[in-house]
């Protein structure tokens, strides 16, 4: 009668698998599961054939909750599902097929690659070894960049972004969580000198939203378009947290912008995907404490500092992306970030030498000091950078104080910059600081070095674009204002001449795309002919 029963529910439940109805499946084989465990354990002493048989229909049981499981994303419950499977019957092929793609989705591919090792060696792969080959080239592929930080889009690139973007890994390059030097509570360090365009991690978005700006001036109905995203990011930040004990562990590590000098500081090891989860899980993530975190740490994708790869320009897009969260701002960046999908790729935008904070830009630092602050004022905080703390010293001084009245007075940009020039130089400005108080003042350089006039009238008595823009590259990193100067100075160059110049708009197309593409496709990318 009981046996009965159990047949019953069984067929339900593969019924409702088969049908895709998960919610419905997983309760059937729940029900199941429970009976099979109950008979197990009452009946030790009987037939050893029964015990077997009871065995294995547990197995393929928990092995197909797992799948309904994994359809709806709830993969630390499927996952523990394969391992009870396994426990029991430690080859069984379709368990290890639906928990190596389970690993695969949770971007830990070294364990993956074994799963799929282990199912190829089964005699049942026959029908499906095609397949299985193919994840575990996919696999191997992603542990490779995933170990090495090499990635190409080179293809995709050439192609015009026909397609969907190649696969991704998730990477964590040379990098720590410490304290920020800046004073700004915790920040992300490089463990190693890394130069211009290194990739420091990749990583996919907990949650991430996209919607299309209505092209009309119509402010009220692009707020109504951010808001329904923002509230779409919201939702997607709440369920990914409840799904995943991880996902929720981490977002718990992010900042809500209180007492930041207090907050531990967690470590980098954390966030690789194999890292086991600990028990962090029963501290609250409330809606208050979503709310903060997310506006704190949620980035859009097109700012300033950062470039998307492939995308419809109409969209927008905003998300949260956990271990960038750590990066600081300061204008004096020394990285910028590119977006591909849902993977935020964050690389170095200049040299960077071991033991330095890593920086990315939240708003743009092209930009005199005032204008600064206001952006910062904008973001919830008084920028303490290191350029910050140079230019409020400086600011002051009458050169500078002159130079902001010409450009308020709309004087000429040839004589703005030579007044700076002469200014710096009186002021004995070094090294770093040209490129800061350069930058500063970019909108007045770049107008001159774009206009063949300007460049007749002011060329002698200002200094050469190449010296302005590797000093501005070096203090401020890579930016496209300063790569689209070199790249209009090269098509007046005639050909042969240009060799230096096209070495120096690789490089800025370097920083500011980072090294994930071979030479000939940045070439297309950054329209430069040969
Ligand atoms: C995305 S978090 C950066 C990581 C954060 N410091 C932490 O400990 O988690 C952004 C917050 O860091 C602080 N912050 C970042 N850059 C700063 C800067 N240049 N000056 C002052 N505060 C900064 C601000 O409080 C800002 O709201």
């Not at 140079?390 to 009458?398: A, L, N, R």
Request: charge should be neutral; aromatic fraction near 6%.
């Amino acid at each position: 009668m009981e046996d009965l029963m159990m047949q019953q529910l069984r067929s339900k439940a593969t019924e409702f698998l088969l049908r895709e109805e998960w919610n419905e499946s997983i309760q059937a084989y729940s029900h199941f599961i429970s009976l099979c465990q109950e008979q197990i354990s009452e009946n030790t002493h009987q037939n050893p054939n029964h015990l077997s048989n009871l065995n294995k229909a547990l197995c393929l049981a928990l092995s197909n909750r797992a799948e309904a499981r994994s359809h709806l994303r709830n993969l630390t419950e499927a996952l523990a599902d394969c391992e009870k499977a396994l426990e029991i019957e430690s080859a069984h092929f379709k368990t290890l097929l639906c928990k190596g793609k389970i690993l695969l989705s949770l971007n830990r591919y070294g364990m993956a690659l074994d799963c799929f090792k282990l199912a190829l060696m089964d005699p049942q792969s026959g029908a499906n070894s095609e397949s299985i080959k193919g994840y575990l080239e996919r696999c191997k592929k992603l542990e490779f960049s995933s170990r090495t930080g090499a990635f190409d889009l080179s293809d995709w690139v050439l192609n015009g972004f026909r397609g969907k973007h190649p696969e991704i890994a998730e990477y964590i390059g040379a990098v720590e969580i410490k304290k920020s030097q800046m004073g700004c509570g915790r920040g992300l360090f490089a463990t190693k000198n890394v130069d211009c365009g290194t990739l420091l991690l990749v990583t996919k978005a907990i949650a991430a939203e996209r919607g299309i700006m209505p092209s009309s001036k119509d402010e009220d109905l692009g707020h109504n378009t951010q808001l329904v995203m923002w509230k779409s990011l919201i939702g997607e930040v709440v369920e990914s947290s409840t799904r995943s004990h991880r996902t929720h562990q981490l977002i718990r590590q992010l900042s809500t912008g209180e007492e930041e000098d207090t907050l531990e500081v967690t470590d980098v090891s954390l966030f690789r995907p194999e890292a086991e989860e600990s028990g962090f899980f029963n501290e609250n993530l409330d809606m208050g404490r979503i709310l903060k975190i997310l506006d704190v740490n949620s980035c859009v994708e097109d700012a300033v500092s950062s470039k998307v790869l492939g995308k419809n320009s109409c969209y927008h897009g905003v998300g949260l992306w956990i271990l960038p969260s750590f990066i600081n701002h300061a204008c004096n960046p020394n990285a910028r970030r590119l977006h591909v999908g849902d993977y935020m790729m964050v690389h170095a935008s200049r040299d960077i030498k071991a033991g330095e904070e890593i920086t990315l830009a939240y708003y743009d630092v092209l930009l005199p000091l005032s204008n600064r602050r206001e952006r910062a004022k904008t973001w919830g905080f008084d920028c303490c950078c290191k350029r910050c703390k140079f230019e409020e010293g400086i600011m002051g001084k009458q050169e500078m104080r002159e130079i902001e009245m010409g450009i308020d007075n709309g004087m000429e940009a040839g004589g703005m910059v030579y007044r700076l020039e002469e200014g710096m130089r009186r002021l004995n400005a070094r090294g770093k600081e040209k490129g800061y108080l350069r930058a500063s003042f970019w909108e007045v350089y770049s107008e001159i070095f774009e206009s063949e006039k300007s460049m007749r009238r002011w060329g002698r008595r200002i200094p050469a674009m190449e010296a302005v823009v590797d000093g501005v590259a070096e203090a401020v990193g890579s930016d496209e204002r300063v790569l689209k100067v070199v790249k209009e100075g090269l098509k007046r160059k005639c050909s042969g001449s240009g060799m230096v110049e096209m070495e120096r708009a690789m490089k800025l197309g370097r920083g500011v795309y980072g090294k994930v593409m071979k030479k000939q496709a940045m070439r297309t990318l950054l329209e430069l002919q040969e």
